[in-house]
């Protein structure tokens, strides 16, 4: 009996020893910038519930039972690591980790990208990159700047155009989804880019993803998507401030300079941000005047113009911005970090829906075709993160975005923005790099506007609801794929009016390293913006008009591309090719012509219609690359070259009734273009071609240089060559608008240099 009860007593001794727990702790960093890496999962191979996720500052410690352990190290972007361990009963182990990003180029292209944030030669879309570097030295004043120096991208009076994917609609109901941080910079009432509004001075990366996109994000990416990322305070405080001046210079015919005072161009931007304990800090802004270039229209003989009753000075634009951005980490419960972003702007400019003529009034504005505005807007983002130990991510984010317009014209112009959004992610690890994303978003606004009169009030709503998902999967770390779907509602004043389902697909192939081909497949869906149905308003002779009954766009992109990355000595980049075609069903186009005759408040004007169906196809190609020294001196470059062919499938589709006078009565695309026969749509660049080249001395100094080149643009409205024979040669009561020989003759190929020099 003693001989069993010391053998018991023997084995519980044993089991309490070899039951004793120790502690795993330790910090994580990345190796290019040696800041901690917050949010990292550190877990055992053999429990993948025994582990932690590192802080604030990225220190990570857990308890484990004592004995040799595999610690697996896994991040979002970095390749992941394992560490081999022993821990011993009530002892601490330290571990001291450096993750390096898994991006195989070289620093220059270390970026990774997208809602999986994968290095963008793995991604299954073609997709561009634009860093804060390029905007800091270029003095870029606005994201339209640096965003129509993108290959593939054009900004045409801030409608962005991706692959020729829309025309000219003054930025109404754009077809390109517009983020900052996954919320929508669309305004509710117009679908129209708040360029103005994006945070300059904060940038992280702007990701420009081309064909159509709307699985992810949302209904507005009919032809692309544009993200802008802001950047998060490091380890260090950092402050900038800069402040900028310039001047229009005189136009090469004496006769078209109107003004007599200094063209000027004044601004300031300043950006903080810092880590105050748990507290992320981040505070911005700018101040800009700009005399512009455009002068205040000046009454001719037949007019008597009572809507622009104003003179140059008041041409002006002024504008002021501020944001604040506050994210808080909890203490005891690393995982979780909530807080909110605010962002202000006041923004007094002109709206010149068109200019006087194509000679001595070039830079002036049309009599009664120029609105002046007042705008106010702002927004409140409030939203809360949560990290899980098994590899997940919630995230749930909401904006309430007003904007206020006052205008010349005695119109005003209110809306309200809702918007909601969860989304989970999560990464397998058991399956092998399979991740995937599931949410759901609502969006709701409310217009208060005279200027959307047309169902006879002047308030309108709009609701969306919207669920979707994507899986991606990677194979043998060879063989990426990537299938998405969203299903949409609509709620139109409070009546539902449709609902879509779209889906996409994608796979990316690693042939050998560096040479990576895709294929992709997508849908995509817009529905049309209350402005576009209802907005009705006269601007001195000219006209709105709306259209109650327009339908929703749908659209299908795909495309094939191949990236290849090259290494010669010290000069590295990479190639990359795509071919793609899109096809556009019940287009919206914006088009001017003579409308229905029962409307007298404008003779002549610009109407949104559903002109039937069309296709883009075309082809990408663009060569970066960098050639660079031990003394972080170089050269870095790029050349794109876009080709596309824009035509209507249905020329002869009867869309809506010509009432002018001379017409044909019947309104299609023949009857209302000035060249129909290659079938072109309207207000395209079929050609472009952009450059850029710099020199960078010791992250010092920098030099560069860059071009553009746009081919002509081989169709537009006829309508604008009927109302210059009505104003020109019948008399009549309206001054005499030109506009046909800057279209035929004075607008050739367009071609743009500039040069810069910066100082860090």
């Not at 001046?245 to 810092?274: L, T």
């Not at 409140?380 to 904007?403: E, Q, Y």
Request: aromatic residues 12%; proline residues 3%.
């Amino acid at each position: 009996m003693t001989r069993q009860l010391i053998i018991v007593i023997f084995l519980l001794f044993v089991g309490s020893v070899y039951g004793q727990n120790g502690i795993i702790k330790g910090v994580v960093k990345d190796a290019k910038t040696n800041e901690t890496l917050v949010g990292v999962n550190v877990y055992l191979q053999k429990s993948i519930s025994t582990g932690s996720t590192t802080n604030v500052n990225g220190e990570f410690r857990f308890s484990c039972p004592a004995g040799k352990h595999i610690v697996i190290v896994s991040f979002i972007g970095m390749i992941n690591d394992t560490v081999v361990i022993e821990v011993f009963p009530e002892e601490e182990a330290e571990l001291k980790i450096i993750m390096k990003s898994d991006a195989e180029t070289l620093d220059a292209f270390q970026v990774v990208a997208g809602k999986f944030n994968k290095p963008v030669e793995d991604l299954t879309v073609s997709m561009e990159l634009i860093k804060p570097s390029v905007i800091e030295d270029k003095n870029i004043r606005s994201v339209e700047a640096i965003l129509e120096q993108t290959p593939g991208v054009n900004i045409l009076d801030g409608e962005p155009q991706i692959r020729g994917g829309s025309g000219f609609t003054f930025g109404v109901g754009s077809k390109v989804a517009v983020l900052v941080d996954d919320m929508p910079m669309l305004s509710g009432d117009a679908g129209m880019p708040e360029w103005d509004f994006v945070p300059l001075e904060n940038i992280e990366q702007i990701e420009i993803i081309k064909g159509a996109s709307s699985v992810l994000s949302g209904s507005s990416a009919l032809s692309g998507s544009i993200h802008v990322r802001t950047a998060d305070p490091g380890m260090k405080p950092v402050t900038k401030v800069s402040l900028y001046s310039g001047f229009y210079s005189e136009p090469e015919d004496a006769e078209m300079k109107w003004w007599e005072d200094y063209p000027y161009i004044h601004g300031m931007n300043f950006f903080h941000s810092e880590k105050i304990d748990n507290l992320d800090f981040v505070i911005g802004g700018m101040v800009n005047n700009d005399h512009g270039y455009i002068g205040a229209p000046n009454p001719g003989e037949f007019v008597t113009d009572t809507v622009t009753d104003f003179d140059d000075g008041q041409m002006t634009s002024e504008k002021m911005r501020m944001n604040l951005g506050l994210k808080y980490h909890l203490k005891n419960f690393e995982r979780l970090n909530f807080g909110i972003n605010g962002n202000v702007m006041q923004h007094k400019k002109n709206l010149t829906l068109a200019w006087n003529d194509d000679s001595t009034g070039f830079y002036r504005a049309y009599p009664g075709g120029v609105i002046l505005q007042n705008k106010t807007i702002y927004n409140i983002d409030p939203f809360i993160n949560l990290l899980t130990k098994n590899n997940g991510k919630h995230s749930l984010k909401g904006r309430a975005l007003v904007t206020n317009t006052q205008m010349n014209n005695d119109q005003q112009n209110f809306s309200e923005l809702y918007f909601a959004d969860y989304q989970y992610k999560k990464e397998f690890k058991k399956f092998k790099e399979l991740e995937f994303i599931v949410g759901s978003s609502f969006n709701s606004v409310y217009s208060r506007a005279s200027l959307y009169e047309g169902r006879g009030t002047p308030t309108n709503s709009l609701k969306n609801f919207s669920l979707y998902s994507e899986i991606r999967k990677t194979f043998k770390k060879k063989l990426s794929v990537s299938v998405g779907y969203r299903k949409e509602a609509y709620w139109l004043n409070n009546d539902k009016r449709d609902d879509a389902q779209i889906f996409r697909g994608g796979l990316n192939l690693k042939v050998i390293e560096g040479t990576n081909i895709r294929a992709s497949y997508g849908q995509g869906y817009r529905y049309p913006t209350i402005a576009e149905r209802y907005i009705k308003t006269a601007v001195g002779s000219f006209g709105v008009f709306d259209n109650p009954d327009l339908k929703p766009e749908k659209s299908w992109n795909m495309e094939a591309g191949v990236r290849q990355g090259y290494k010669v000595g010290k000069l590295y980049g990479y190639v990359d090719v795509a071919a793609f075609q899109q096809e556009y069903e019940n287009t919206i186009e914006y088009l001017f012509g003579f409308w229905d005759s029962t409307y007298t408040f404008a003779i002549a004007g610009f109407k949104f219609l559903n002109t039937g169906k069309s296709r883009v196809t075309g082809i990408d190609a663009s060569i970066v690359g960098m050639l660079s020294n031990a003394k972080k001196s170089g050269f870095t470059f790029m050349l794109s070259y876009n080709y596309i062919k824009p035509i209507t499938l249905e020329p002869d589709a009867n869309f809506a009734k010509d009432f002018n006078p001379g017409g044909t009565g019947e309104f299609s695309y023949n009857s209302t273009s000035t060249d129909s026969t290659q079938q072109i749509l309207k207000y395209r660049f079929t050609q472009t071609m952009k450059g850029d080249v710099s020199y960078t001395f010791r992250e010092i100094l920098s030099i560069g240089f860059s071009g553009r080149y746009y081919s002509k643009l081989e169709n537009y409205d006829k309508a604008i060559v009927d109302f210059e024979e009505v104003t020109t040669n019948t008399g009549g009561s309206l001054q005499a608008i030109k506009y046909v020989d800057f279209y035929d003759q004075s607008s050739p190929e367009i071609i743009i240099f500039d040069a810069r020099i910066s100082v860090a």
